[in-house]
């Protein structure tokens, strides 16, 4: 029986699974989707692949499709006796051990080297304990010879941020015991006369990435994107950084999706692998900002490997072809 070229690569597709060679088996699946849209059994094998893959949300979508052809899910057991049996792995004994034989250590000679390591460490000790000692008078004489000349000493507490207490400028104490020419700069204070911390410097600030930064990621970019949905005859243009979804690891970008005067507008978001998006996402069967993440009101997510994509309007003329391309991928 001569069978088409969809069967075909599913069949195909069916060897590379059996030897786990998921990325391999996809390619070939969404071929044989491209080539006949309407064979149920692509689907039903690229559900199995996306489960592999732990890509919950694209095979449930294809579990679905399935369905919808008129394709009927088979039990566990008629599905394990279509599976083509793998050959059995050989367990092959470990190497014998290999005795090694070392010499016998030599006795050390008298002298500065038989001393004991107890020995050495006292005094190891003893050294750490006369440069402590000399660099101990060294700042207490640097000290007072500072405040005998009269200069103005000020001390900075850890971190180098700035002392909240009087600071003392100018000349030193007289004879007598008082300022003799020194003017005191008291602290700011708040209106109920508490010490003031001043305000982090603005470069402290973090600032978002750049559109360019946001668009890159791996394995996927925009640029691999951009490409899938042209196939499609979908037009993607990245426009500016979204500011609807908010709180996440990465900055989103706004891209917009045309074709045939139609357009869809997502909030497509880039991580630097495929651990990023569950930081920031709850990736079932339904994509959910996790805590302090958010998202517009009545938007879906679509995720696959370290890209997540925040659909804002859903246009049934761009949609199924656009999803198809970004977890063909």
Same mark, same amino acid.
Do not use: C
């Given at each position: 029986? %001569?069978?088409?070229?969809?069967?075909?690569?599913?069949?195909?597709?069916?060897?590379?699974?059996?030897?786990?060679?998921?990325?391999?088996?996809?390619?070939?699946?969404?071929?044989?989707?491209?080539?006949?849209?309407?064979?149920?059994?692509?689907?039903?094998?690229?559900?199995?692949?996306?489960?592999?893959?732990?890509?919950?949300?694209?095979?449930?979508?294809?579990?679905?499709?399935?369905?919808?052809?008129?394709?009927?899910?088979?039990?566990?057991?008629?599905?394990?006796?279509?599976?083509?049996?793998?050959? /059995?792995?050989?367990?092959?004994?470990?190497?014998?051990?290999?005795?090694?034989?070392?010499?016998?250590?030599?006795?050390?000679?008298?002298?500065?080297?038989?001393?004991?390591?107890?020995?050495?460490?006292?005094?190891?000790?003893?050294?750490?304990?006369?440069?402590?000692?000399?660099?101990?008078?060294? /700042?207490?004489?640097?000290?007072?010879?500072?405040?005998?000349?009269?200069?103005?000493?000020?001390?900075?507490?850890?971190?180098?941020?700035?002392?909240?207490?009087?600071?003392?400028?100018?000349?030193?104490?007289?004879?007598?015991?008082?300022?003799?020419?020194?003017?005191?700069?008291?602290?700011?204070?708040?209106?109920?006369?508490?010490?003031?911390?001043?305000?982090?410097?603005?470069?402290?600030?973090?600032?978002?990435?750049?559109?360019?930064?946001?668009?890159?990621?791996?394995?996927?970019?925009?640029?691999?994107?951009?490409?899938?949905?042209?196939?499609?005859?979908?037009?993607?243009?990245?426009?500016?950084?979204?500011?609807?979804?908010?709180?996440?690891?990465?900055?989103?970008?706004?891209?917009?999706?045309?074709?045939?005067?139609?357009?869809?507008?997502?909030?497509?978001?880039?991580?630097?692998?495929?651990?990023?998006?569950?930081?920031?996402?709850?990736?079932?069967?339904?994509?959910?900002?996790?805590?302090?993440?958010?998202?517009?009101?009545?938007?879906?997510?679509?995720?696959?490997? %370290?890209?997540?994509?925040?659909?804002?309007?859903?246009?049934?003329?761009?949609?199924?072809?656009?999803?198809?391309?970004?977890?063909? %991928?």
């Amino acid at each position: 029986m %001569n069978q088409s070229p969809a069967q075909l690569r599913n069949a195909a597709a069916r060897q590379l699974i059996a030897r786990g060679r998921f990325r391999q088996a996809l390619d070939v699946l969404n071929e044989a989707v491209r080539l006949d849209p309407r064979l149920p059994d692509s689907y039903r094998n690229r559900a199995e692949v996306f489960e592999a893959l732990k890509m919950l949300p694209q095979a449930d979508a294809d579990r679905q499709k399935f369905l919808d052809l008129g394709g009927v899910m088979q039990s566990q057991a008629e599905e394990a006796a279509e599976q083509p049996a793998r050959p /059995a792995k050989v367990r092959r004994p470990p190497p014998a051990a290999i005795g090694i034989k070392y010499p016998a250590p030599r006795p050390r000679k008298g002298g500065f080297m038989a001393l004991s390591q107890s020995g050495l460490t006292v005094l190891a000790g003893l050294a750490l304990l006369g440069a402590a000692v000399i660099g101990v008078y060294l /700042a207490v004489t640097v000290l007072g010879d500072a405040i005998d000349g009269g200069s103005s000493v000020e001390v900075q507490p850890p971190g180098g941020l700035p002392n909240p207490t009087d600071v003392i400028t100018g000349g030193g104490d007289g004879d007598d015991g008082t300022d003799d020419g020194g003017e005191k700069t008291p602290a700011p204070t708040d209106a109920d006369g508490g010490t003031r911390t001043p305000a982090p410097s603005a470069s402290l600030i973090p600032t978002p990435e750049s559109l360019a930064d946001a668009l890159t990621g791996s394995p996927l970019s925009f640029d691999s994107l951009q490409a899938a949905w042209a196939d499609k005859g979908i037009t993607a243009t990245a426009e500016d950084v979204d500011d609807s979804v908010t709180g996440t690891g990465t900055t989103p970008v706004s891209v917009t999706l045309a074709r045939g005067g139609d357009e869809m507008h997502l909030a497509v978001l880039f991580y630097a692998d495929a651990s990023g998006p569950g930081a920031d996402f709850d990736l079932g069967g339904t994509v959910t900002p996790k805590e302090g993440r958010s998202i517009p009101g009545g938007a879906v997510g679509w995720w696959n490997a %370290n890209v997540v994509a925040i659909v804002l309007d859903q246009v049934d003329s761009i949609k199924p072809d656009a999803f198809d391309a970004f977890v063909g %991928n």
